[in-house]
């Protein structure tokens, strides 16, 4: 499958400062899924890229997907407690879709 | 888009017996699906590759008698927990790839949560 490596594994962060997790591919991705997990919850779809060069904004969430389609970040604008948790970017390209390590995000008050 | 609906999302069962979760392509055909589980603050790992009308590809490490998949449509993949213990609790989730269109890529399920007591 589409190996997608993720970083960083852990981000601490103050509220109201900004966060990016970025995934990253050696192979051109033909999409690639974000997804948040909630500690103690399951994840949840965020978004889906496609297009090269695709930028999706979901309130203070951007989305971006790289022109060579091998790269993808998710960046979050002055975070908030509520963005605590981790974020898995998966390519659901090729044959086998796989996820990305995942970025843990934690918010300090 | 399209969408694959997961069933049930959450399930608590006892030790002993056995669980089914199902994965339905809703508006497309899918002769593959992937089923995947989650082990605590780790990420996704694929366990097996369900195909339509033939045996699935289990991963390395997972039990095919415990983990039984059955892709017995076009739409539908089950995964049973046989003889379901404690230590098979996890978040469960599949995905499915449609056949037709240049479109291969996979859309996922939401996910179902074990929790066996």
């Known amino acids: 499958g589409q190996q997608v490596m993720q970083i960083p594994q852990y981000q601490h962060v103050q509220e109201g400062e900004d966060f990016t997790t970025y995934c990253n591919s050696s192979t051109t991705l033909s999409n690639i899924q974000w997804y948040k997990q909630r500690p103690g919850g399951h994840p949840v779809f965020l978004i889906q890229?496609?297009?090269?060069?695709e930028v999706k904004k979901q309130k203070r969430l951007t989305f971006q997907f790289g022109e060579a389609k091998k790269n993808s970040s998710l960046h979050i604008t002055a975070t908030q407690t509520t963005d605590v948790g981790t974020y898995f970017c998966?390519?659901?390209?090729?044959?086998?879709?796989?996820f990305g390590r995942g970025t843990s995000l934690i918010v300090h008050p | 888009g399209a969408v694959v609906s997961q069933h049930p999302s959450r399930v608590i069962c006892k030790s002993g017996t056995s669980v089914k979760i199902e994965c339905r392509s809703l508006d497309f055909q899918a002769t593959t699906m992937f089923w995947y589980r989650q082990f605590p603050k780790q990420s996704l790992m694929l366990m097996a590759t369900?195909?339509?009308?033939?045996?699935?590809?289990?991963e390395q490490g997972v039990e095919k008698d415990k983990f039984l998949i059955n892709h017995a449509s076009l739409t539908l993949s089950t995964l049973t927990v046989t003889s379901a213990h404690p230590e098979d609790s996890s978040f469960y989730i599949c995905s499915a790839r449609p056949d037709s269109g240049l479109n291969t890529e996979a859309f996922f399920g939401q996910g179902t949560r074990l929790t066996v007591v």
């Open positions: 998966a390519s659901g390209g090729s044959y086998i879709p796989t």
């Open positions: 369900s195909n339509e009308g033939s045996k699935a590809t289990y």
């Open positions: 890229l496609v297009k090269s060069g």
